[in-house]
């Protein structure tokens, strides 16, 4: 007579809307708020709106004058890869990514800095070009905004 199959092993291959979980430790905070059928999906949701919420203020960072446009885009990622197995799967790709370029950077450390310096002195003419000329300014008055 087959064995009925156990309400964890029929739950680990199921997706909802979100896509797949991740698996987690046993007996950890994340097991706890997914064994509550109460608390599952709106776990899932806060973290879902977390990730968005940092992702969405990435974007907003590459529209607005400001250095920090990445950090806040892969922290959202790296959020929802702790409870998506789709955010999982495209952030490992990035993570290996990373690996490859830092490796890179240690072993040419001269071009490597290079590149960086030249890119924050950058950075700085660009935010100093902006705030002499006023060009926030002239660029509201362009449009007609001011």
Do not use: N
Request: proline share 7%; charged share 20%.
């Amino acid at each position: 007579m087959p064995s009925k199959p156990s309400a964890e092993s029929a739950t680990r291959g199921r997706t909802d809307a979100l896509g797949g979980e991740r698996p987690v430790p046993r007996g950890s905070f994340r097991d706890r708020m997914r064994s509550r059928p109460g608390t599952r999906l709106v776990w899932r949701a806060c973290v879902l709106l977390a990730g968005l919420l940092c992702i969405a203020a990435g974007g907003a960072l590459v529209v607005l004058p400001g250095p920090l446009t990445i950090p806040p885009i892969i922290l959202g990622l790296w959020i929802w890869s702790t409870e998506f197995e789709w955010a999982h799967r495209f952030f490992a790709v990035w993570k290996e990514k990373g690996q490859h370029a830092w490796q890179h950077a240690k072993r040419h450390p001269v071009s490597s800095w290079t590149v960086t310096i030249g890119g924050l002195v950058l950075a700085g003419v660009v935010v100093w070009a902006v705030l002499h000329y006023d060009l926030v300014d002239r660029a509201k008055q362009l449009v007609g905004l001011s």
